[in-house]
């Protein structure tokens, strides 16, 4: 299926902001719902936000709303991250991530993701 990396991670304070972008490589996810995720240590994988294949319809955490955007280039197959105002509780490790079957709705829940990258760091300073 398609392969999935994650870029753009690094340490910023509090306050900050970061770029994280996720390219697709062997396959095309122009058709499919595209997610970002992020799980901290000891702590399970949660949503972040998602975004449909035509970019009209977006979803976030109600912890990132407000401060992250989600946003799709589908000509070079690439989704993004904007993340503004981080804050500690932001540091996890965040992971791109496409749905099993396209046209999918961004309500879906994560056992409906199928593709995941390997995943980008994000630390947030005091």
């Not at 791109?96 to 300073?125: D, H």
């Amino acid at each position: 299926q398609v392969q999935l990396v994650e870029s753009g991670g690094g340490l910023v304070q509090a306050g900050g902001s970061l770029r994280l972008s996720c390219a697709a490589s062997g396959r095309s996810f122009s058709n499919y719902v595209m997610g970002w995720f992020r799980q901290a240590p000891g702590k399970e994988r949660e949503f972040v936000a998602a975004i449909t294949w035509s970019g009209r319809s977006t979803s976030y955490a109600d912890s990132v709303k407000g401060r992250f955007t989600i946003s799709r280039d589908n000509a070079k197959n690439t989704v993004y991250l904007q993340m503004n105002s981080l804050k500690p509780e932001d540091t996890a490790l965040y992971y791109c991530a496409c749905q099993r079957i396209p046209y999918g709705l961004v309500s879906a829940g994560i056992r409906e993701f199928g593709s995941w990258g390997q995943g980008t760091q994000v630390t947030v300073s005091s």
